[in-house]
């Protein structure tokens, strides 16, 4: 059973970049996408973008691209997601998922605990 | 990018009754590429249904999923006290893309 723990909460001023970790234990890391997902307060679920480790290449959503680096370490099953030049519109729970699909991003199944990243001056 | 509409916004229903949320996609959604998860205060959502009509590892029989093309939809039989939340669909045929939710509150 794949379970997903991701680093911290953070707190950051407006115009810097955050960056989040996603460690996988119990399961297979290298072929199944990871993807990172962000909630705002009150708000619903926004797909950012994913990675499968395996082929090493990041899809991202339009809205993110430029702004934000997904990237994977095979050797310790961790994903990270970089996301920069923070705004305060920016803050929100962010999680990551693993893809239920080998090679493309798919449903998500299953999700870290989430990261709350707090975007204030 | 594809559109997902769920409906209602918000469900006002009573334990024991049947839960009907609908999500209707911009364009065709390809393969029954098609997510439902469920979401409580503070926690993260949960993969109920994928493929559109296929329960999740876990996932209580009461939970159905149904519909193709631009046309989907959840239901669940009869609510029970946990079923209480809010409903999210995805679509994950092209980029991933997610409906606004569905709240279901007791009544």
């Known amino acids: 059973q794949v379970q997903l723990v991701q680093s911290g909460a953070e707190v950051k001023r407006p115009g810097s970049s955050v960056k989040v970790s996603c460690e996988a234990s119990?399961?297979?890391?290298?072929?199944?996408?990871i993807s990172w997902v962000r909630q705002a307060p009150g708000q619903g679920l926004e797909w950012m973008g994913g990675?499968?480790?395996?082929?090493?290449?990041?899809y991202y959503a339009q809205k993110f691209q430029g702004r934000v680096t997904i990237n994977a370490d095979k050797s310790t099953s961790t994903g990270y997601m970089e996301l920069r030049s923070l705004r305060s519109e920016d803050t929100a729970v962010y999680y990551c998922?693993?893809?239920?699909?080998?090679?493309?991003?798919?449903?998500?199944?299953?999700w870290g605990q989430g990261t709350l990243v707090t975007v204030s001056s | 990018e594809i559109v997902l509409t769920q409906s209602p916004g918000t469900l006002s229903l009573s334990p024991g009754e049947r839960a009907t949320l609908s999500c209707r996609a911009s364009?065709?959604?390809?393969?029954?590429?098609l997510a439902w998860y469920q979401q409580k205060p503070g926690q993260a959502p949960r993969l109920l249904i994928y493929?559109?009509?296929s329960r999740a590892t876990g996932i209580p029989d009461r939970f159905s999923g149904s519909g193709s093309g631009t046309d989907f939809t959840l239901t669940i039989s009869s609510l029970e006290p946990e079923d209480f939340a809010v409903y999210y669909c995805?679509?994950?045929?092209?980029?991933?893309?997610f409906g606004q939710g569905t709240k279901v509150q007791i009544k």
């Open positions: 998922a693993r893809g239920g699909i080998i090679g493309t991003m798919g449903w998500f199944d299953p």
């Open positions: 119990g399961g297979s890391f290298n072929t199944y996408p």
């Open positions: 990675i499968i480790p395996i082929f090493d290449s990041p």
């Open positions: 364009q065709s959604v390809s393969s029954y590429s």
């Open positions: 493929g559109a009509s």
């Open positions: 995805q679509q994950y045929g092209s980029s991933p893309t």
